[in-house]
């Protein structure tokens, strides 16, 4: 467990580096150019995760994310009993990689947001960005396993654009983000709801899942 928890640990850090980094020297290069910051934003992302997956997945399942792990203990995958361990390893972990990014740039250990994301349409966003990810897993993970770290960074390229919210989808990365006042931060204020709106996207596409590819299927 000791060393589960310390790849879940890492990993969320190394992905909270790239995303929080990315942005900010995707804004600093962008020359006002939003578009451009958050294309870079987007490919560093997605090619940390596969990375990720790839490296920390033969150890801890590389869940990086507490809907992932809850998700995984209510379909049998884990013990109930590992998922404080791991819930703790990944905000603790996403503390670290915000704090790493901004020692990186030189900017201030922590600080609060100032970045608004609030609204019904954010929320909604929200919920979309995480049942379409829990989906993708959800489906990949019983059917084409090897497909996953492809997979799942396919899904967060595409929802950083087509959602509004740019998909956190993942409570703990919206928590430490909010302790970012940089390109990927989002107002402290905010990530309350965020976080509601995860949690219901992926309870409802893991009781989706749990019906469309049930543990057991009937020979018929």
């Known amino acids: 467990m000791a060393r589960r928890a310390a790849a879940e640990a890492v990993a969320t850090a190394l992905l909270l580096a790239a995303v929080v980094g990315s942005g900010i020297m995707g804004e600093r290069l962008a020359g006002g150019n939003v578009a451009v910051a958050l294309l870079a934003n987007t490919l560093a992302t997605a090619g940390a995760l596969v990375a990720l997956i790839f490296t920390f997945g033969p150890v801890s399942g590389a869940h990086m994310n507490p809907v992932v792990t809850l998700a995984d203990a209510l379909l049998g995958g884990m013990r109930w009993s590992a998922v404080p361990a791991y819930v703790a390893a990944q905000i603790a972990g996403a503390f670290a990689g ?8 030189g900017e201030p250990l922590f600080a609060a947001s100032q970045h608004v994301r609030s609204g019904g349409a954010q ?3 929200e919920f979309i960005a995480t049942f379409g990810l829990m989906s993708v897993i959800g489906g990949c993970a019983r059917t084409r396993s090897a497909a996953v770290p492809f997979a799942v960074a396919a899904y967060i390229t595409g929802a950083y654009w087509f959602t509004a919210s740019t998909s956190f989808a993942n409570p703990a990365v919206t928590l430490a983000r909010s302790f970012t006042n ?6 402290p204020a905010d990530a309350p709801g965020f976080i509601v709106a995860q949690l219901a996207g992926a309870a409802a596409a893991t009781l989706l899942f749990r019906w469309l590819l049930p543990a057991t299927e009937s020979s018929e």
């Open 98 to 105: 915000v704090a790493s990014a901004h020692v990186m740039f």
């Open 182 to 187: 940089t390109f990927s931060g989002i107002r």
């Open 123 to 125: 929320m909604f966003s």
